[in-house]
Every structure is written in C-alpha cells, then in structure tokens.
T-cell receptor
C-alpha cells in the first residue's frame, strides 16, 4: 500500500484551464504539505495543513487553492493555469512530533 | 542570500569513490537537518536525519552538521552506480508552523 499517493501522476492541459491534484496518506499523519519542484529540481513549500487547518501559506498566487476535507487528504486546485505553473507538484505528510516528511511520487503538470 | 545554498553540480565520480555533498545555511534557528535522495521521476526519500550538531553514520553514508559554521555534509563511501540520484539537503527550525526548507539539490552520477 502506497503511504502517500497522488493523482494524477501526469497532467497535460492548456493555458487558462482549471485543474485539480489529489493527495491521500494512509500513515495517520496530522500534517500534510504541497511542494512545487521546478525544472531545476528546486523544492519550494506552498502550503501546509495540520488536522484540516491551514498553517503555512507561502507567497503563492491566489489561483492556487488547497483544500483538506479530512486529515488524510489534501487536494490542490489551480485556476486559470499559466505556462509558469508547469512543474512537478509533491504532496508530503508528517507525523505528530516528527520532523521528517514522507513524499508522494509527484504529479507532473505541463501547461501548453 | 538564500536560506539554504547547495551546489547543483552535476557531480560525476567513478564507482568506489568517496563523495562529499555540502550545504550552507543562514538561519541560525535551524535545528533539524536531513538529506533526501531523489531518483529520476520519483519523490524524495529520506536518507539521513540529524538533530543539532554532530555526526551520524548509516552504512556507507555519514552525515555531519557543524552549526557554528552553518554547514552540513553528506559523505558516501564506496559509491555505487545505484547511488546516482539527486541529493537534497533540508532543514527546519524547532518552531511550530515552520516548513522544511530544501537546498536546490546536487545531481550525482556514479559510473561503473
């Protein structure tokens, strides 16, 4: 069973479209994250939720909206996609009192 | 100055070589230090985790943290072709609501 699973794995879409990426973890962790990895492999924090509550919201355009229906799920919705949104988006989770993150396999978004 | 600096490489070594990977950082509040390994088209996976200053060894891997110099290192002994990957340093402060901050990653290639 995959600990942190993301869908879809690949997403190709046109500029201006709206898309969502879903993430689920079965580790019982309280905290979940979205990171963006650009073409140069730089991993940058976007959002973090702890028990469905937003705790980290970095400087990310308003077109990006995370949603956490429960502590095992954290979804990312992106409106009006732009070319610069092309990247790999990683979901990660962290247990209570722990400092290490467990990552999903990533969702590769290509905006044409 | 970026919070975490890491030379992206690429670094190419022959099999059996000793590899040294390094990161410097500017935030003296960082207390937890990690190294993640990322294979192509996969998510980052935790390799080493160290709290505060000191050394930690795990098989062929040794992590060192020098907080006085704000410098961390990962050594790989007897490198193998299977070690070919991108190595990302990561760190965070001992403070609720703070995220794990990553370096840009060093791409390592070990040739047989």
């Amino acid at each position: 069973d995959t600990a942190v699973s993301q869908t879809p794995k690949y997403l190709v879409t046109q500029m201006g479209n709206d898309k969502s990426i879903k993430c689920e973890q079965n580790l019982g962790h309280d905290t979940m994250y979205w990171y963006k990895q650009d073409s140069k492999k730089f991993l940058k924090i976007m959002f973090s939720y702890n028990n469905k509550e937003l705790i980290i919201n970095e400087t990310v355009p308003n077109r990006f909206s995370p949603k956490s229906p429960d502590k095992a799920h954290l979804n990312l919705h992106i409106n009006s996609l732009e070319l610069g949104d092309s990247a790999v988006y990683f979901c990660a989770s962290q247990g209570a009192g722990a400092n290490v993150l467990t990552f999903g396999a990533g969702s590769r978004l290509t905006v044409l | 100055q970026k919070e975490v600096e890491q030379d992206p490489g690429p670094l190419s070594v022959p099999e059996g070589a000793i590899v040294s990977l390094n990161c410097t950082y500017s935030n003296s509040a960082f207390q937890y230090f990690m190294w993640y390994r990322q294979y192509s088209r996969k998510g980052p996976e935790l390799l080493m985790y160290t709290y505060s200053s000191g050394n930690k060894e795990d098989g062929r891997f040794t992590a060192q943290v020098d907080k006085s110099s704000k410098y961390i290192s990962l050594f790989i002994r007897d490198s193998q072709p299977s070690d070919s990957a991108t190595y990302l340093c990561a760190m965070r402060a001992n403070q609720a609501g703070t995220a794990l901050i990553f370096g840009k990653g060093t791409t390592l290639s070990v040739s047989s």
